[in-house]
């Protein structure tokens, strides 16, 4: 893909005063307005992941307020409140975050054993950017005292994060997964479109130039000998330059294709990429698992584009899948 990812799906970074993490949803903004708006549907996401939130209560107006309780994996309880302080429909939260007890009451952070100095009352800014059937979310969370504490709510987030993706993307929508931590990327997305023609548009060099890659760029495949321990090489240009990528085949059947992938503009950094096609009911789940050489590789490439240029590559092969579907009832 291009050289870009957020994107990843997620990227996040910290400066003395806040926390601030940055997601795309392969979803409508108006979808995660929502997801934030409607405590039936924030209680299906909020909290890191194995907590559970039994209990939402919100009064979304400037200075209405909100109730929340986390139940985390233990059994124990863990309550939240604030006021919103600012809401600019579809764009815009802002709303203090404090500790509470189950009435609502303000209490210090050392009533849940947290450590460090934690201020009675926080900040967090939520915006919220469309990207056509997509949406830009930036978190910033301040107050939260550095170090551990800080590196632990941005776990918390994150996770929380991946839920709301789960909770929010149809089966049929491109998911990407890149856990904190991890020198992996996990792409799935369902196409409704049988494992033989999926398989023709990776396998045809004729089919590969009209889905690989973002719309602005052209495609050219320079070589594409698939088969095992065959070569591959692709050039992409658009009106900033030109982009080259390459790689060997270790395995390439219907069922499971093996390669690498190195950019030519960053050499000696090659990841090794697993497609596995598995088809039911006329429909096919691609998951593609792309494995770094280090941690710091994978980000690299996630705060490069990665997740851009992945949704719409995913988009345009689902479009090309159309199209052969219908030259193939034709034939």
Aim: aromatic share 10%; glycine share 8%.
């Amino acid at each position: 893909m291009s050289k870009k990812g957020d994107t990843f799906m997620a990227t996040s970074r910290k400066n003395r005063d806040a926390l601030i993490i940055t997601r795309i949803f392969d979803a409508p903004r108006g979808m995660i307005w929502k997801a934030w708006s409607d405590p039936e549907l924030l209680k299906r996401w909020w909290g890191p992941k194995n907590f559970t939130t039994p209990f939402s209560k919100i009064d979304f107006h400037v200075e209405g307020k909100y109730l929340s309780c986390m139940r985390g994996p233990d059994g124990r309880d863990y309550w939240s409140t604030g006021i919103y302080r600012e809401i600019v429909p579809m764009e815009r939260i802002v709303y203090t975050d404090s500790f509470a007890d189950k009435n609502g009451n303000v209490v210090p952070a050392s009533e849940y054993d947290m450590s460090g100095d934690w201020p009675l009352e926080l900040l967090v800014t939520l915006t919220m950017e469309e990207q056509g059937q997509r949406t830009k979310m930036t978190l910033t969370h301040e107050g939260i005292p550095a170090g551990m504490m800080r590196e632990m709510a941005e776990v918390g987030w994150s996770e929380s994060f991946d839920k709301l993706g789960d909770s929010i993307v149809p089966g049929d929508r491109t998911r990407i997964i890149a856990e904190r931590g991890k020198q992996e990327v996990v792409i799935t997305r369902t196409f409704n479109a049988p494992r033989d023609l999926v398989f023709k548009a990776y396998a045809d060099p004729n089919l590969m130039p009209h889905w690989w890659g973002p719309r602005r760029f052209t495609t050219v495949i320079d070589k594409m000998d698939a088969k095992q321990g065959g070569l591959w090489r692709y050039v992409q240009r658009d009106a900033s330059g030109t982009y080259a990528f390459h790689g060997v085949y270790h395995e390439f059947s219907p069922e499971r294709i093996v390669k690498t992938f190195e950019f030519e503009g960053m050499p000696g950094h090659i990841s090794l990429e697993t497609s596995t096609l598995n088809e039911q009911g006329g429909k096919t789940e691609v998951t593609t698992k792309s494995v770094f050489q280090s941690v710091m590789d994978r980000d690299a490439m996630l705060k490069s584009g990665m997740e851009e240029g992945v949704f719409e590559a995913m988009d345009r092969l689902a479009e090309l899948l159309g199209r052969l579907k219908i030259a193939k009832k034709a034939a």
